[in-house]
């Protein structure tokens, strides 16, 4: 698979200036990515924990902030809407809700190939990706379903060349998990949408980083930590309550077993800001994180793969530099509490 296309001397000067300047001074040197960031953010909290990470860091631009929707199974219909309005809330409390203003992406998974709308995110997502005027790479962050991406393609098929996929999603691909660990049901974000996931492994032209279930499990954040990061000031308060707020919401959705005590709290979403920020500077590549790299299997309607040897390649991460991911994020929230970003 070919490097990104921001290797090079605009992404090196990027990584140098976040590395050795200020972070005002980055104001003034080429961004090392554009990112659109999409995410249940009224589901799991790890999409808030990715959030406000992901706002700052200054080495990438966030356009669009899309709340997307839940599982129809368990849909409100507003979901969309009331994770939009959970991200301005985690925004308002950090000081920036007049920087990013979040918007709600399409209430329901799209019904069939056949049958699918444009939602206004996707006009967006459309929108933002065939300017003319930018030349930093465009990433899509996504840590839920893929509706509203999926929409944006059908829409206008000539983004798939402008945009990279960032996908917390999907089963473990055979061979590459723990052993015995093979799926029984399809992953919970896949399963949020499949028929929009289809549309991107099987027949889109975008290109897919795919964090799959056994490489998000790792993430791993100790209620320990979270206990510390609660103590620091409104922002780890709010995060820490969301997380304590966990199993009173599943045991309000039926069927949904009790969820059990633990002393650590997966933050699977966290990758995003790791495979789109947090990357060296000379060489500006998600160095620290393992991979494969794999031509896009047929992805079937339960979430099983099916091999494709003439499909385009994507890349498959295997592991994750959990450790680098949340020393930057609990560094970066100290700093803004500190008023120095």
Avoid at 6 to 16: Q, W
Avoid at 183 to 199: G, K, L
Wanted: hydrophobic letters at 45%.
């Amino acid at each position: 698979m070919n490097r990104r296309g921001f290797v090079g001397a605009a992404g090196a000067a990027a990584g140098l200036g976040m590395l050795s300047g200020p972070a005002a001074a980055l104001g003034r040197q080429p961004l090392l990515a554009r990112v659109i960031l999409d995410n249940d953010f009224a589901g799991d909290p790890d999409g808030l924990f990715q959030l406000a990470h992901h706002v700052l860091c200054r080495a990438v631009s966030i356009p669009l902030i899309i709340g997307s929707h839940l599982p129809a199974a368990f849909a409100s219909g507003h979901d969309a809407r009331d994770s939009a309005n959970r991200a301005q809330e985690l925004l308002r409390i950090m000081g920036l809700d007049r920087v990013h203003q979040p918007i709600a992406g399409a209430e329901a998974p799209i019904a069939s190939r056949q049958a699918w709308t444009p939602s206004q995110a996707s006009k967006a997502i459309v929108q933002e990706a065939m300017r003319a005027d930018v030349h930093e790479p465009l990433f899509y962050a996504a840590g839920a379903g893929l509706t509203d991406l999926a929409l944006a393609w059908l829409s206008e098929p000539r983004i798939g060349r402008r945009i990279k996929l960032l996908w917390i999603g999907g089963n473990t691909h055979p061979g590459h998990g723990n052993p015995g660990a093979t799926p029984s049901e399809p992953e919970f974000n896949f399963s949020i949408d499949p028929v929009a996931a289809q549309v991107l492994f099987n027949e889109s032209d975008i290109e897919i980083w795919q964090v799959p279930s056994n490489a998000y499990s790792q993430m791993l954040f100790s209620t320990a930590e979270l206990a510390e990061l609660g103590a620091s000031g409104p922002l780890g308060a709010y995060l820490q309550a969301k997380v304590d707020a966990v199993p009173a919401m599943f045991a309000s959705i039926p069927g949904v077993p009790p969820v059990p005590a633990s002393d650590a709290y997966v933050l699977g979403d966290s990758p995003l800001v790791t495979l789109s920020a947090l990357v060296p500077p000379m060489q500006p590549d998600t160095t620290s994180c393992r991979y494969v790299v794999m031509p896009k299997p047929l992805l079937q309607a339960d979430g099983r793969y099916v091999a494709r040897p003439d499909g385009r390649l994507m890349r498959v991460y295997t592991q994750i530099d959990a450790g680098l991911t949340f020393r930057d994020m609990l560094a970066r929230f100290r700093l803004h509490g500190l008023g120095r970003l």
